[in-house]
């Protein structure tokens, strides 16, 4: 588990394909100590969960599977890409930002960038798919920064960066058409699967909830 408060930047040393189609990647995280990590641990590379196969003095190595590179980003680095790098929690963490597991439920895309004072407003296409579990003043992960949604109009949602922000993630490197890992409020995942009660146990359960469902079963009231 992480908080989705990046620790520091890194960048991509080398990209390496193996026999199935999956990818060894090389990082180089010399701002990163990693003086506390083991082979085996994980550590959060762009919202993605990585395990560490290897550990140098300047950084980690990790594999990433055919599975991951489908349904990330990953796949779209180039050595020398910036990336936000967090270490997995600990029992004395602080949870500055929201729980946040790892697991991309989607690929967002960048479709407003505009600055607003001394912070940014940006605003960003979701999956369609994901829509539902996003939440004016909810949490999400973008890229692996903890992120207050602002506003949301259908599938796309705004966002406010302040400039620590700015500074401290891969987001200046943003603009229009920028692809970026998602994964919506883990509390929002699990409260879907408990409104279906005994319907979870059916497939495709998760396509009937709708606003006649919640209405049945008493989420809605009329006025």
Not at 60 to 66: G, L, P, R, T
Not at 147 to 165: D, K, S, Y
Not at 183 to 198: F, H, K, P, S, W
């Amino acid at each position: 588990m992480f908080t989705g408060i990046i620790e520091t930047t890194g960048t991509l040393a080398s990209m390496t394909p193996g026999a199935e189609g999956d990818y060894r990647l090389v990082l180089d995280t010399s701002e990163l100590d990693l003086s506390d990590v083991q082979v085996g641990d994980s550590i959060a590379v762009n919202g993605v969960c990585l395990t560490a196969t290897e550990i140098g003095a300047d950084g980690f190595n990790a594999d990433v599977s055919v599975e991951t590179l489908e349904n990330t980003t990953l796949g779209d680095l180039r050595p020398g890409a910036t990336l936000n790098l967090e270490k997995a929690l600990t029992p004395a963490s602080r949870l500055g930002g929201h729980l946040v597991s790892g697991h991309v439920d989607g690929v967002g895309e960048v479709a407003e960038i505009r600055a607003e004072a001394r912070s940014w407003h940006i605003e960003v296409k979701a999956p369609d798919e994901l829509a539902r579990y996003i939440a004016r003043k909810g949490s999400i992960t973008a890229d692996g920064i903890s992120l207050t949604v602002n506003e949301v109009t259908g599938a796309r949602f705004a966002l406010n960066i302040v400039p620590h922000t700015w500074n401290v993630t891969n987001m200046a490197n943003w603009q229009p058409g920028t692809r970026m890992n998602l994964e919506v409020d883990i509390i929002a995942r699990y409260l879907e699967r408990l409104l279906l009660g005994d319907k979870a146990a059916q497939p495709h359960a998760g396509e009937s909830i709708s606003m006649a469902f919640l209405a049945e079963h008493g989420f809605l009231k009329d006025g």
